[in-house]
């Protein structure tokens, strides 16, 4: 399943060919990256959980059977290097509380989102995002930033399909009242209307 060039650097490094795996690194060190700095929320945790991620796969390339993606068993790495290092520094991330009857009076924030600028779209997303639980902001980040298949993340998070779709769920609603009390504040102080 993976692609015939990541397989070709696979099989290199395999044989023997050390160098050939920089390659590899050269190709998905961004992907990596990013889920580290999305996770983790420090540059330098996340460089150094990157270069982590990479070392491991090197050492466990063998063990890559080619039933998914190189991209997606090494993305699947990458998270479970987050998710210890958060395990081990025990971070606990300020969430707010979202009461039952937000949650059931959430509406659509289209018509806001649409005279708002892109870019401030963007910044406001992202704080937005940031307010998640670690969990719910890494599974919306995967499937809609990173565009990973259900497949892929049920495969990476090793939650059965059905789980996932709850926690999707869960974390659009929940995503969808932190906007709520987010962008409308905003959208009032900067055009002075709901």
Known sequence: MTTINDQTYIDKVLKGDTNAFAFLVEKYKVMVFSLAMKMLKSREEAEEISQDTFIKAYKNLSKFKGDSKFSTWLYKIAYRNCLDNLKKNKEKYQL???????????HSTDTILEEISQKERAILMKDCLNKLPEEERTL?????????????????????????????HRARKRLLTIVEKNIEPEFISHYGRK
């Open 96 to 106: 707010d509380t979202i009461d039952e009857i937000t949650i059931k009076k959430i």
């Open 140 to 168: 919306l980040w995967m499937f809609y930033y990173d565009e990973l298949s259900l497949k892929e993340i049920i495969e990476i998070t090793e939650l059965s399909e059905s789980n996932l779709k709850v926690r999707l």
